[in-house]
């Protein structure tokens, strides 16, 4: 069970319309907090409680990302939350370092990463940056596990996102997403950031999630780079319909409903089905 606990989320005012500029433009926003990640499942990396660590570097079952078709306990698992100042990223188990993430984020939400798989001492993760699916390794000793309960299924044709708990579909909403020209892209995500504007009648709704995904048609946008996020509407009409510059558009009432529920580092599969 997901309990009550810190923010997982702290936001800096007036950052709003960069940290979503795949969206309408907008105000900054305040400090938001998103649920706590389920505790049960959190400990350092370091220790051998989340898995068995796989030799190989794979995804170990149970641990990694399932995909369609595959176990549904498998996906989703855990996060990764970074203890330093600057997380080095590797390209692979004992290579050499590819680039360093700041924590906090420039939105100042804490770094939040997704595993994929565990080596002994290591975790391969999905990095926030372009292009799309980037992955790197991180050393264990340098982040915190918390384990992730749900994940969010956004069907793009159907116009609905479904909230998954270890394969059951709890709950479904309907949703608006982006045009033939900027489509909302598809692959797989995670939350890394909770934003909540000034303004709960304003064109992102009460709450803004910032994906660690990005446009594939727009490089840049309102002073941003293109970041996708899902987030609620001051036109309720534009939700069923493919209406945005990419992002995921809910009713007011069902982002806040997901805020109650979902911590960062939720992962967030967008199918084209």
């Known amino acids: 069970m997901l309990r009550t606990g810190p ?100 939105s100042g939400a804490p770094l939040v990463l997704l595993v994929l798989s565990r080596a002994p001492g290591w975790l391969q993760v999905q990095l926030p940056v372009r292009p799309n699916g980037t992955t790197g390794w991180v050393l264990a000793r340098d982040v915190r596990l918390s384990g992730l309960r749900y994940r969010l299924d956004v069907h793009l044709a159907t116009h609905r996102l479904d909230v998954v708990d270890r394969g059951t579909v709890l709950r479904h909403f309907p949703i608006g997403v982006g045009t033939r020209d900027t489509p909302t892209p598809g692959g797989t995500f995670y939350l890394k950031e909770l934003l909540q504007p000034p303004d709960p009648s304003g064109p992102y709704g009460p709450f803004a999630y910032g994906l660690s995904g990005y446009s594939t048609r727009l490089t840049s946008f309102a002073g941003g780079d293109g970041v996708i996020g899902i987030h609620g509407t001051d036109d309720p009409t534009a939700v069923g319909r493919d209406v945005s510059h990419g992002c995921i558009r809910l009713r007011n009432v069902d982002i806040t409903a997901l805020t109650r529920l979902l911590p960062l580092g939720t992962p967030v599969r967008i199918l084209a089905d």
Do not use: N, W
């Open 7 to 106: 923010a997982t989320g702290f936001l800096t005012a007036g950052l709003l319309v960069s940290a979503l500029s795949g969206c309408a433009v907008g105000g900054g926003p305040s400090a938001a907090s998103p649920a706590a990640t389920d505790r049960t499942g959190s400990d350092r990396a370091g220790s051998d409680r989340p898995a068995t660590p796989s030799p190989t570097g794979r995804a170990h079952p149970g641990f990694g990302l399932g995909t369609r078709g595959q176990d549904e306990k498998a996906f989703p698992a855990y996060s990764a939350t970074s203890v330093v100042r600057r997380l080095p990223v590797y390209t692979s188990v004992g290579g050499p370092v590819t680039r360093t993430l700041t924590d906090p984020q420039p």
